[in-house]
């Protein structure tokens, strides 16, 4: 058995305890104890993550299926992704793998009722190393494995990154280093440490920015609002490229009020943003809700634009001409889409070939 790999951004406190800093959850998890991404355990006052050395999924796709637009487009991005997850979203597309160690791991009642997860059940970090799905891996193997396939980028995705962090840290440093972008597909999700270290090797950044109420992400996600807005203004501030997408739910968050809500912060943050407003489908628990009409789509990305946000990309629906990217200046097609790949770009040196406009973005000219 390999040893399992000590955690990073946590404080021991008394009683072996330990406050795990690394998202705004703030976990203090007893010995013995995970936390609420399940992935984070507590050994005798030390904290292990147990999936640095697991890769549940991988694999290379086109750099707009994350949706990343303004970023290298038609390029490849190399995916990757551990089991555990930080939220607990209802709709979740990938709730097999984001939500494994919360219903598989081994699990006790206390007297109080609560539930835990406990040495107790598993008394070896060897179960506990047994127990988690994935093939091995190590930073070294995954970059290598992204420049074979002549990916520009490795994505962190799927599942929550933030709760990998120690294996996406170590990644990506070693993939900066060959040459390799870095790639966040979040919840953004994460403090204030963790993020501004990130940032030092992360190129572009994609956050779910799911509502914009504060009753809806703690009932339906089971996290907070405010930390995810901070995290989109620091990813911002501190120069990654950012886009945001949200997932619009009938009856859930696709009101004007919302929508508009929700543009108006990405406009604040920054009108370069892309904000990619997506077309949900019903998934895990929340199967009462239908596919997300056309019109909604067309009336979200209207509202972006009368908030002055230069990009709206109406996602899951190929085919669609808002797909494609516009000049914000003269409405020149400059990127033709058909699902998440790129028919053809006709930018011109970062800039728009007929008004001159410069188009935001990292790598946006053809070659």
Not at 27 to 34: E, F, L, M, S
Not at 302 to 318: A, F, K, M
């Amino acid at each position: 058995m390999d040893e399992l790999h000590k955690a990073r951004f946590y404080k021991t406190l008394a009683n072996g305890e330990v406050l795990c800093t690394l998202c705004p959850h703030d976990c203090h998890i007893a010995d013995g104890g995970r936390g609420a991404c399940g992935v984070r355990y507590n050994k005798n006052g030390v904290l292990y993550t147990l999936v640095y050395n697991r890769v549940v999924s991988r694999s290379v796709e086109p750099v707009e299926k994350k949706p990343l637009y303004h970023f290298y487009p038609g390029s490849t991005a190399y995916s990757i992704a551990t089991v555990g997850c930080s939220l607990r979203c209802a709709f979740c597309q990938n709730w097999q793998i984001s939500q494994w160690p919360k219903e598989h791991l081994p699990k006790r009642v206390s007297s109080s009722g609560k539930v835990e997860t406990q040495e107790s059940i598993c008394p070896q970090l060897a179960d506990l190393e047994k127990a988690i799905p994935g093939e091995r891996v190590t930073p070294e193997a995954i970059v290598e494995a992204a420049l074979a396939a002549g990916a520009t980028s490795i994505a962190y995705t799927y599942t929550e990154p933030t709760i990998f962090y120690e294996l996406a840290y170590d990644t990506a440093v070693l993939a900066r280093e060959h040459g390799l972008k870095n790639i966040f597909v979040t919840s953004g999700y994460i403090n204030e440490a963790p993020l501004r270290e990130l940032a030092t090797v992360l190129d572009a950044v994609n956050v779910d920015l799911k509502f914009f109420k504060e009753e809806s992400y703690r009932h339906i996600s089971r996290v907070r609002l405010q930390p995810i807005l901070d995290a989109i203004r620091l990813y911002h501030e501190l120069g990654v490229w950012v886009e945001v997408t949200t997932l619009v739910v009938p009856g859930v968050n696709d009101s004007d009020k919302e929508l508009k809500a929700i543009a108006e912060f990405v406009h604040s943050v920054g009108v370069e943003i892309p904000w990619h407003v997506s077309q949900f489908y019903p998934a895990h628990k929340m199967l009462d809700r239908p596919i997300t009409p056309m019109e909604t789509l067309r009336r979200a990305g209207d509202i972006g634009r009368s908030t002055g946000l230069r990009y709206i990309y109406e996602g899951n629906v190929p085919g669609e001409t808002s797909e494609n990217t516009f000049c914000y200046n003269c409405n020149k097609l400059l990127i033709d889409r058909y699902g998440f790949h790129v028919r053809a770009n006709y930018i011109s040196s970062g800039c728009c070939p007929d008004c001159g406009a410069l188009i935001d973005g990292v790598g946006m000219s053809p070659g």
